[in-house]
């Protein structure tokens, strides 16, 4: 998940170096933040967003009660109750979202790195 999104900023801003990515990831999205941000750093290597921060907004559960009509939140996507009137008949309408919310790119651009020797080896391999 973590290389679509780095994909996904990469194609979006293209010739910048990203320095900052914000997501919105709802509660029940099924996007564990402490998952993406372990695969973050390996995710980014060698691409624009190299050396980049990545930020998680957590999206609580937005609920639309059929009770008494009102919206609430809940933080607990196990316990899903109307936060007005109790009611368990409610519509979840929100908190499913995997959202890339803001990107911060460097005010350089990226500078052509030019071809890549592909001949040269690491130190001491032989092949
Ligand atoms: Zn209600």
Redesign the pocket.
């Known amino acids: 998940m973590a290389h679509a999104v780095v994909r996904t900023v990469a194609d979006a801003v293209p010739g910048r170096a990203v320095t900052c990515v914000t997501l919105r990831i709802g509660v029940a999205s099924g996007a564990v933040p402490e998952a993406l941000r372990f695969a973050w750093d390996v995710a980014i290597t060698g691409t624009a967003l190299a050396g980049s921060r990545l930020d998680v907004v957590r999206v609580p559960l937005l609920l639309a ?1 059929r ?2 009509g ?1 919206r609430s939140e809940a933080a607990d996507p196990l316990h899903v109750r ?1 936060g ?2 109790t ?1 368990r008949e409610v519509d979840v309408i929100g908190g499913r979202e995997l959202e890339i919310a803001t990107v911060e790119v460097a005010d350089e651009p990226v500078q052509a790195l030019g071809p890549v020797d592909a001949s040269s080896r690491p130190a001491g391999v032989t092949a």
């Open positions: 009660c009770g008494c009102e109307c007005v009137c009611g």
